[in-house]
């Protein structure tokens, strides 16, 4: 129950940072706005949104690296209780039944490549050498 309350908080918050992120003015728009292009129509007033929404995506933020953590630390634990990943492979296949494919097994010894001698083809083109 903890890792979903987990997972829906670090959720919110990354869609919440996007947001966020998105919404925020770049260091460039303050050129075009001091010609009377943006502090008539923003909604906190000139100087007020930018304190808000700083503050807001630090806190999104540091709530969003806080999630990452924790959700880290739990799947470190869950994979310390069950073990190492290879033995439980390793048991695995010992559980699985061999089928026979009927297809041969190739040796390494057998699997070089015999040499073919190529014939170059009759033409007029003398052959340099």
Do not use: C, Y
């Not at 050129?31 to 930018?50: E, L, N, R, T, Y």
């Not at 709530?63 to 880290?72: K, R, W």
């Not at 290879?86 to 040499?115: N, W």
């Amino acid at each position: 129950m903890d890792i979903i309350f987990l997972h829906v908080v670090h959720v919110l918050a990354a869609l919440g940072l996007i947001g966020l992120v998105l919404i925020q003015h770049g260091k460039g728009a303050d050129a075009g706005a001091s010609f009377g292009g943006g502090a008539s129509q923003s909604f906190f007033g000139s100087a007020g949104a930018a304190n808000f929404l700083t503050r807001s995506t630090a806190i999104l933020a540091a709530v969003f690296m806080l999630t990452s953590l924790a959700l880290a630390w739990q799947a470190r634990q869950i994979a310390n209780e069950d073990g190492d990943l290879l033995p439980a492979l390793q048991k695995i296949q010992q559980e699985v039944p061999q089928v026979d494919t009927g297809v041969p097994v190739v040796e390494e010894s057998a699997a070089e490549v015999p040499q073919v001698e190529v014939e170059s083809p009759a033409s007029d083109v003398p052959v340099v050498e």
